[in-house]
Antibody, heavy 123, light 106 residues
């Protein structure tokens, strides 16, 4: 059974950097069959895709986000990470990592999700 | 960007009743549409992918239909654990989600 677990600080100062890591167990981030994604959900709002990383290091980000940040992969530790710089209160959200299946170089759907981590940006 | 519009925003039903949730895309997404269920404090759970296929372990009372721009998620007979938020998601250049439909107890 594939499991994903987010980790990182739950509180980040405004204008600082949000750094989260997703550790995958029961599966390998080196698999060429999946994209490894970050999504977020502001309190009481809907879901927003941030971006993905492929095992090769190739990334794709949501073009509607002003600052999608940087997603990277660490195949030796079976992890992938998200860094968002210069955060504001608008970045306060539950952040999820998720595995995405692939269709024509796009994310087809998300079949496994982490439990989510609430990150609050404080002023 | 493809916009997904879900309706209704809230569906008030009783256990045992049939639930019909709608998702409309601003342009055709073929059958690349998924449905998720989310309960408070939990991550979304994949229910349906490619418009009509149930994900592993999803009960048969959940079914999906549609193609192009109009899609439906049907729960044939609501169980107590089905009262939750439901989102649709499309895959085009990048994935987007609808704003959600809340299925609540009447």
């Amino acid at each position: 059974q594939v499991q994903l677990q987010e980790s990182g600080p739950g509180l980040v100062r405004a204008s600082g950097t949000l750094s989260l890591t997703c550790t995958v167990s029961g599966g390998s981030v080196s698999s060429g069959s999946y994209y490894w994604n970050w999504l977020r959900q502001p309190p009481g709002k809907g879901l927003e895709w941030i971006g993905y990383v492929y095992f090769s290091g190739r990334t794709s980000y949501n073009p509607s986000l002003k600052s999608p940040g940087t997603i990277s992969i660490d195949t030796s530790n079976n992890q992938f990470s998200l860094k968002l710089r210069s955060v504001t209160a608008a970045d306060t959200a539950v952040y999820y990592c998720a595995r995405g299946t692939i269709a024509a170089r796009a994310v087809r759907f998300f079949d496994y999700w982490g439990q989510g981590i609430l990150v609050t940006v404080s002023s | 960007e493809i916009v997904l519009t879900q309706s209704p925003a809230t569906l008030s039903l009783s256990p045992g009743e049939r639930a019909t949730l709608s998702c409309r895309a601003s342009e055709s997404v073929s059958t690349y549409l998924a449905w998720y269920q989310q309960k408070p404090g939990q991550a979304p759970r994949l229910l349906i992918f490619d418009a009509t296929n149930r994900a592993t372990g999803i009960p048969a009372r959940f079914s999906g239909s549609g193609s192009g721009t109009d899609f439906t998620l049907t729960i044939s007979s609501l169980e107590p654990e089905d009262f939750a938020l439901y989102y649709c998601q499309q895959r085009s250049i990048w994935p987007t989600f609808g704003q959600g439909t809340k299925v609540e107890v009447k």
